[in-house]
């Protein structure tokens, strides 16, 4: 008979039907491979691509049903949807409370910088100020003489004023720089303890994540359809259905064109003028002022929010550990449907209309 590939893509199950006649196994005409194991083997090194363009992806992680068997205790369906339940939420709890470290450690990172800069500033206007000082008491020197012959007290009453009121702003500027050294100081402190428990965190991420979707693909095997799953992990979704064969249900989307929202090199000003007047969920991707990095442009509630894409040596993504997508493509398709909100309180939107994607269609 035939059987079921279940694989895990851009948050999503996607059931893919391996087809068996006269003793050869495939996903479509015509069937090329000996058994399972080796259709297995080879789309392991293969992309899926060359069938449908859109599953740009390899067989790389087996989920062992021993693996399974040792995480899943419960007996029944609802009992383990129940749990699944429990460790979505938990997964989303500690999602959020990364979230928000994440948020805290940009800012001080940021901060941080900023107070560099200024500390540099400092430096530079100490020293132009000292110089002007050492100017000043040289030629202080020469004319508080000649005033003193002359028998001139104002005059050298207003130079001696003058020297000392350049000397207390020295001594202001060298006050104002120790005490934002003082913070510096605090605030490095402050982002190598986010930092730690940002480190901290992430393996309680990974094992909850690890463990909810071994609980998701325990209940696929047993043939749970999505829209039940959705119900579980507080989805809405009320046209959701199971993908078999090589058909995806986002095959329509604009969004495969990556014309339609990759618009290279335009700063933020162009970008916002783009997408000025557009609907909520309006989007473009641009090159970033950060370097190796690109910057997704989205309308929010009227107004045109950036954040940042990351380019990491696992892959494309907005923070850490979320960095692990293939492609921006597989970004976009992905961040379509599940909002940004979960790594940004202000971003409640999805990637749903490409800014382009009514001209182009």
């Not at 279940?6 to 087809?19: A, S």
């Not at 948020?103 to 540099?120: C, F, G, L, V």
Request: hydrophobic share 30%; proline share 2%.
């Amino acid at each position: 008979g035939d059987y079921t590939l279940t694989l895990r893509k851009g948050g999503n199950n996607k059931l893919i039907k391996i087809f068996h006649r006269d003793g050869k196994y495939g996903f479509s005409d015509p069937l090329t491979f000996g058994s399972v194991v080796e259709l297995i083997n080879h789309y392991r090194n293969e992309s899926l691509a060359q069938y449908n363009p859109k599953l740009d992806v390899k067989l790389l992680y087996p989920v062992s049903k021993h693996q399974q068997d040792q995480v899943v205790k419960e007996d029944n369906i609802e009992a383990v949807g129940r749990k699944l339940c429990e460790y979505h939420q938990q997964y989303q709890e500690k999602n959020k409370e990364y979230d928000r470290l994440y948020e805290e450690y940009t800012r001080t990172s940021q901060e941080i910088q900023m107070k560099r800069t200024a500390i540099e500033a400092f430096n530079e206007t100490i020293k132009i100020f000292e110089e002007q000082c050492q100017t000043q008491e040289r030629y202080s020197k020469e004319y508080i003489e000649k005033f003193r012959r002359e028998g001139n007290d104002k005059e050298i009453q207003r130079i001696m004023g003058n020297y000392e009121k350049l000397k207390s702003r020295i001594s202001e500027i060298v006050d104002s720089k120790r005490r934002l050294e003082e913070d510096l100081k605090k605030q490095a402190a402050d982002y190598r303890e986010i930092d730690k428990r940002m480190n901290s965190i992430k393996p309680d991420l990974i094992q909850l994540r690890k463990t909810r979707d071994q609980y998701l693909m325990w209940l696929t095997q047993k043939g749970v359809r999505q829209k039940k799953l959705n119900e579980w992990l507080g989805i809405k979704n009320e046209n959701t259905e199971d993908q078999y064969s090589m058909v995806d249900d986002d095959e329509d989307l604009p969004h495969h064109d990556e014309r339609s929202w990759k618009l290279g090199n335009i700063n933020r000003l162009q970008a916002e003028a783009l997408l000025q007047g557009k609907r909520d969920g309006t989007f473009l991707v641009r090159d970033s002022s950060k370097a190796g990095c690109y910057a997704c442009s989205v309308v929010v509630e009227g107004e045109v929010k950036h954040c940042v894409i990351n380019k990491t040596g696992t892959g494309f993504g907005f923070a850490e550990p979320y960095n692990l997508y293939g492609s921006l493509k597989e970004l976009v398709l992905h961040y379509q449907h599940t909002s940004l909100v979960q790594h940004n309180d202000s971003l409640n939107v999805t990637l749903a209309f490409p800014v382009y994607s009514q001209q182009r269609r």
